[in-house]
C-alpha cells in the first residue's frame, strides 16, 4: 500500500536551519568536519506508525526496514521501502499478521518475512519480493524460515527449521528448494548478510555463547571469529573485499565495534567519554557505520573513514538517539533519529567554496526547471534526479549557512 502526500525531506521552504557544528577535541580518534560533513533528512514514518528502522539501502537510494503500526501488537512489525518519492508496507500474509523487510539488492530485489504474533505459534514465513513488488516469492513451503538478506546474484540468506532451533542456510535464486546449511554441530545460528561472492557472515550459538562466523557455502569453509578478549562476538555484515564488521565483547566486559581484515580482528576507535560500540554496516570503499553508546545509555550514530577516522552524524533534534545501520557505495547512510527514520548524505558546495550561501543559490537558479544529467543544481535525492526543482531547493536552505 502506498502513501502520498508525505514529504521526503519534511523541510519547511521558509525555515533556514542552521546546524549545530560538533566541536570535539578526542585522543582515540580525530573526527572530520570541513567539506565532508554529513546532513541528516527524515524519510518520513509511515502513517500511524510509532516508529521506523531502515535496515539497508541499495546503490540507487532505496531504503527498507521495518516499523510498528500504532494499533499492532507492541511485538509484531510491518516491512517498509522507503524511495524518495512514497513509502510501500509489506502487510503479513493471512496468519503471519506481521512482518519485516531485511535485506535488498540492487535489482531492487527485497528480502524479509512474515511472522505470527508471538509466541509464532504458526511459524514464521521467508519471501523475496521483486522490482516493483509484483511477484512474491516464498523461501519453503509450510517450514519455518526467514530471509535476512539477498545479494545481486539472487542468492538469499536465512533461517530455515523451528523456532529457537533455526539454522543458517543460503537459498537459491528461485527462492528455495535446495537451502545449503551451515555445516558446523550447534543449537542456533543468525546469518545476517551475503555478499556478491556468496560468502555470508552472521552468529552461530556455540553454548554458552554467541561467536561470529564466516561461511562460504561453495566450499563449505567456517572461519569462527574470535573475541577481542571476551566470550562473544557479532558480525553483521560483509563487501566485496571480504571486510567484515560487527561487535564483540572486551576484556572489561565492554562492547566493541571491529573490523575483520584478512583474519585480524581490528578494534574500530571510540570517542572520548563513550564505552561501547557497534559496526552493523559497511559499503565496498570500506567506510563503516553504526553507533556508540556513553554510560548511561545514550546511543551516538557514527561513521569509520577508512583510515578510522570517526565522523559524527548529526540527529534530526538535539536531544536524539541515533544510531546507523546501513551504507551504501555512494555513502549514503539509513539509519534512526528518535523515531524517525533517516538518511545521512553529504551536501553539495555548488560554488565550490564554504559555506552554502547565495552563491550556491546562485548557481541553482541558473539551472531551474532544467533536466537532464549532471546539472549542477540538482542535489536532492542524493545523486540527483535528472532535474532542478522545488526539492533541490528545499535541500539546500536546509543547510542554508551551516
Request: contains cysteine; hydrophobic residues 40%.
Amino acid at each position: 500500500m502506498k502513501e502520498h502526500g508525505r514529504s521526503r525531506l519534511t523541510l519547511l521552504l521558509v525555515e533556514m536551519r542552521i546546524m549545530s557544528a560538533f566541536l570535539f577535541v578526542w585522543c582515540a580518534a580525530s573526527v572530520v568536519q570541513a567539506d565532508e560533513t554529513y546532513y541528516v533528512y527524515d524519510l518520513g514514518l509511515p502513517l500511524n506508525f510509532d516508529y521506523a528502522i531502515p535496515w539497508r539501502i541499495n546503490n540507487q537510494g532505496i531504503a527498507v526496514g521495518y516499523g510498528h503500526h500504532s494499533t499492532s501488537h507492541q511485538l509484531c512489525t510491518t516491512g517498509v521501502q522507503w524511495t524518495y518519492r512514497d513509502t510501500i508496507q509489506f502487510n503479513g500474509t493471512p496468519g503471519t499478521e506481521c512482518s519485516a523487510a531485511r535485506g535488498l539488492n540492487d535489482l531492487g530485489q527485497i528480502a524479509g518475512y512474515n511472522s505470527s504474533l508471538p509466541p509464532y505459534t504458526l511459524g514464521k514465513e521467508g519471501w523475496v519480493r521483486d522490482n516493483g513488488h509484483n511477484n512474491v516469492f516464498r523461501l519453503s513451503e509450510g517450514a519455518y524460515t526467514t530471509a535476512h538478506d539477498i545479494n545481486n546474484a539472487g542468492q538469499v540468506v536465512g533461517v530455515a527449521d523451528l523456532p529457537y532451533q533455526a539454522y543458517a542456510a543460503v537459498f537459491d535464486a528461485d527462492g528455495i528448494r535446495d537451502a545449503k546449511r551451515l555445516p558446523l554441530t550447534h543449537d542456533r545460528s543468525s546469518p545476517h548478510d551475503i555478499n556478491d561472492k556468496g560468502q555470508v557472515v552472521g552468529s552461530v550459538l556455540l553454548d554458552p555463547t554467541w561467536h561470529s562466523f564466516l561461511w562460504d557455502p561453495n566450499s563449505g569453509e567456517v572461519t569462527l571469529l574470535e573475541s577481542l578478549g571476551g566470550s562473544w562476538s557479532e558480525a553483521w555484515q560483509i563487501n566485496e573485499a571480504g571486510r567484515i564488521v560487527g561487535f564483540a565483547e572486551t576484556a572489561d566486559e565492554r562492547s566493541r565495534a571491529f573490523v575483520y581484515v584478512d583474519g585480524t580482528m581490528i578494534p574500530l576507535p571510540l570517542l572520548e567519554g563513550y564505552t561501547d560500540s557497534a559496526a552493523i554496516g559497511i559499503n565496498n570503499a570500506n567506510m563503516i557505520v553504526g553507533h556508540v553508546q556513553i554510560e548511561d545509555g545514550y546511543l551516538q550514530a557514527v561513521a569509520w573513514y577508512p583510515d578510522l577516522t570517526i565522523l559524527v552524524l548529526p540527529p534530526l533534534n538535539e536531544l536524539d538517539h541515533t544510531r546507523a545501520f546501513g551504507v551504501n557505495d555512494k555513502g549514503q547512510i539509513v539509519g534512526t533519529s528518535g523515531q524517525h527514520p533517516v538518511i545521512w548524505t553529504q551536501i553539495k558546495y555548488l560554488d565550490g567554496r564554504r559555506p552554502i550561501d547565495i552563491g550556491d543559490l546562485a548557481v541553482l537558479a541558473a539551472s531551474w526547471g532544467l533536466e537532464g544529467e549532471g546539472l549542477p543544481g540538482d542535489i536532492w535525492p542524493p545523486g540527483g534526479d535528472g532535474r532542478v526543482d522545488i526539492r533541490d531547493l528545499a535541500a539546500l536552505l536546509q543547510n542554508w549557512l551551516d
